[in-house]
């Protein structure tokens, strides 16, 4: 079964694969997006060494040179999605957007280097990736961190990766929808809309992409225009994870000085998280920079933070939180509690389990020592491939398939997790 599914696994990845780049999925997804490369490329190193690295080089060929690494490069056209490089028109020789997505690349790096069979190789290629990476750290905290705080900010839910979120849904009636004007969704045109986000948000999506545009994409403006401005501990938690082992890449490779700043930096980060901690719900929460405020909402972007060398005593309480959820799912992990009135089983990320997020958290897991609640999440992760094959995300109480079909990513996280178990020699 276990050798099946691999097969599969890596069918997918050959389907997707564009040669020097993979799209998530064709149809709905049909450029490269920033998270799941470098998420996908793990899986990738398991098929081709060699290929995994040239997913992350591709990224990183598109990085702007302020620094930052834009979430969808537009390789070629193709109108099956909107809003595309005639909406952003970011003036980029190749098109991209002009907003980010998680920093998961410094994390995938790190571990194509440690499992590397060809060292030489691996070594050459993170050694050039490294500044790259860096550069992308210093502008998060240039662009989003302006009066220092230790923690950066999302100005657009798709930076997020989690587009939907109930997280942004009081800050998101700040952003208006005047002036929108008349767009064709083309996400409709490939999947369920009992799935997606709704009109109402896309709208929402559009304005703030008319904003940032008619800044002309300048970083040293966008934060402050922004009325979206949130401190996701999640996305900081990524931010966080890729410091740390960028330190560890440089300091292997003899980068002494980077080594410190990134370690200082992450210092920094895991200090301030703490002040995003709650007691009542036993999770951190996100900050809404604009009122100055916590947002309670219960979603999986508090229980991510486990990823990135919390202390002791917040991943001990995240492991117990996700067992109590184990109790309320058929599958882990919901990205939103169950008990919520928001919570939305098949609505992208109000409540489906996504196998990338399952992967991050039960990493972070492992490490603190919680190998129990890991191995559940693992074995649902599989469980869900087996009945419901490799979809874009999952009903955490039925296991339906939702979103995308024959997704990269989840076929990179399930190679992954058969690797990992043992499952697959
Ligand atoms: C989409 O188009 O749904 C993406 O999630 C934006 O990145």
Not at 65 to 79: C, L, R, T, Y
Not at 181 to 194: I, K, S, V
Not at 310 to 331: M, N, P, Q, W
């Amino acid at each position: 079964m276990s050798t099946n599914i691999f097969n599969q696994a890596v069918e997918i990845l050959a389907r997707n694969d564009q040669g020097h780049y993979t799209v998530p999925t064709h149809g709905l997804y049909p450029f490269q997006w920033n998270w799941d490369s470098a998420l996908s490329s793990l899986g990738q190193y398991y098929v081709d060494e060699s290929r995994a690295w040239t997913e992350i080089e591709t990224l990183f060929a598109h990085q702007w040179d302020d620094g930052m690494v834009p979430h969808i490069i537009f390789h070629k056209d193709d109108d099956g999605y909107y809003p595309g490089p005639e909406v952003w028109q970011t003036n980029r020789p190749v098109p991209t957007t002009g907003i980010t997505q998680p920093p998961v690349a410094g994390f995938a790096v790190r571990r194509l280097l440690e499992r590397a069979k060809d060292t030489e190789m691996a070594r050459r290629r993170a050694a050039a990736l490294l500044p790259k990476i860096a550069a992308w750290h210093d502008w998060f905290y240039k662009a989003r961190d302006p009066e220092n705080t230790g923690l950066v900010a999302i100005l657009h839910p798709w930076e997020s990766g989690r587009d939907n979120s109930v997280d942004w849904d009081a800050a998101f009636e700040r952003v208006p929808t005047e002036g929108v004007g008349e767009f064709q969704r083309r996400d409709l045109n490939h999947t369920n809309p009992a799935h997606r986000p709704t009109q109402e948000q896309y709208k929402r999506y559009i304005w703030l992409v008319q904003l940032f545009r008619g800044l002309n994409w300048d970083y040293t403006k966008l934060h402050d225009a922004s009325p979206f401005q949130v401190v996701d501990p999640g996305f900081n938690a990524i931010l966080l994870r890729s410091s740390q082992d960028l330190a560890a890449m440089a300091e292997s490779l003899g980068e002494t000085e980077l080594a410190a700043k990134e370690r200082t930096r992450s210092d920094k980060g895991l200090r301030a998280l703490n002040d995003l901690w709650s007691e009542k719900r036993q999770q951190y929460l996100c900050y809404d920079r604009v009122i100055g405020d916590v947002i309670d909402s219960p979603s999986i972007g508090g229980l991510l933070p486990v990823f990135a060398h919390i202390d002791k005593e917040h991943s001990t309480a995240i492991a117990r939180h996700i067992d109590e959820l184990g109790k309320r799912v058929k599958y882990l992990v919901p990205s939103h509690h169950p008990d919520d009135e928001n919570y939305d089983g098949a609505r992208y990320w109000r409540g489906p389990a996504w196998l990338i997020v399952n992967y991050m958290i039960s990493d972070g897991l492992k490490r603190e020592g919680h190998h129990d609640t890991a191995a559940r999440i693992i074995s649902d992760s599989v469980k869900l491939i087996e009945t419901g094959g490799f979809a874009e995300y999952f009903d955490p109480m039925t296991g339906e398939p939702c979103g995308g079909l024959h997704f990269t990513w989840t076929a990179a996280m399930v190679i992954e997790f058969l690797k990992l178990t043992g499952e697959v020699a």
